[in-house]
């Protein structure tokens, strides 16, 4: 089994739209968390990290519900700019991330 | 943000041949770095930590005969495919912590790896 677990998509919405996907981790022991995004044929880029509160960064909004061992991105008002893949990640004490196989998101006009 | 780089940006090689990829953290030290291998429409999966003054700790099934790291300074980390083949042909990122927010890594542009 995956330690992190993604809905591959794609999510395809027109500009404007909410966009909403989750994620799945098996390892309770994960400490920290975060969304990354992935342009294709590019290295990751740190969106967000995802606090036990939940954070919003602009039209991002992130949730973790430790419980349930889920991590969720919401995104508002998608532009076509959003269009990416976003990896779910889980860290662990020594700073070892394990990634999800991604997201992939299309914005169209 | 911190600056991660790696050079080569993309290699083409034959198959056989050695090819050595370089990591370096331009304006912060990291004694760890981290590399990853990512092929088509998969995740990333870390393949090795490098510390610095030591050896590197391998994943699972990753040959560290085959892939070597060299942790040779605070600021550069390589990674040497010995004897590469096809199946080895991946994109290979590398990472670093900067320290400061707790795991936050800064990402290599990353390298294309095409064995012929």
């Known amino acids: 089994r995956k330690e992190v677990e993604q809905d591959p998509g794609p999510f395809n919405v027109p500009e404007g739209a909410t966009v909403a996907f989750n994620c799945t981790y098996s390892n309770s022991a994960s400490q920290s968390f975060f969304w990354y995004r992935q342009d294709c044929r590019k290295e990751p880029k740190l969106l967000m990290s995802v606090y036990s509160s939940g954070n919003e960064d602009g039209r991002f909004t992130a949730q973790l519900n430790r419980a349930s061992q889920y991590i969720s991105l919401l995104i508002r008002d998608s532009k076509l700019s959003d269009s990416a893949t976003y990896l779910c990640?889980?860290?662990?004490?020594?700073?070892?991330?394990?990634f999800g196989a991604g997201t992939t998101v299309t914005v169209r006009a | 943000g911190a600056v991660v780089s790696q050079h080569p940006s993309r290699v083409i090689c034959k198959s056989g041949t050695s090819v050595k990829i370089e990591c370096r953290s331009l304006d912060f030290q990291a004694t760890t770095m981290f590399w990853y291998r990512q092929f088509p429409k998969q995740s990333l999966m870390l393949m090795a930590t490098s510390n610095e003054g030591s050896k590197a700790t391998y994943e699972q099934g990753v040959e560290k005969d085959k892939f070597l790291i060299n942790h040779a300074s605070l600021t550069l980390s390589t990674l040497t495919v010995t004897s590469a083949h096809p199946e080895d042909s991946s994109f290979y990122i590398c990472s670093a912590p900067e320290g400061g927010t707790y795991n936050e890594q800064f990402f290599g542009p990353g390298t294309r790896l095409t064995v012929l």
């Open positions: 990640v889980g860290g662990l004490n020594d700073y070892k991330l394990s």
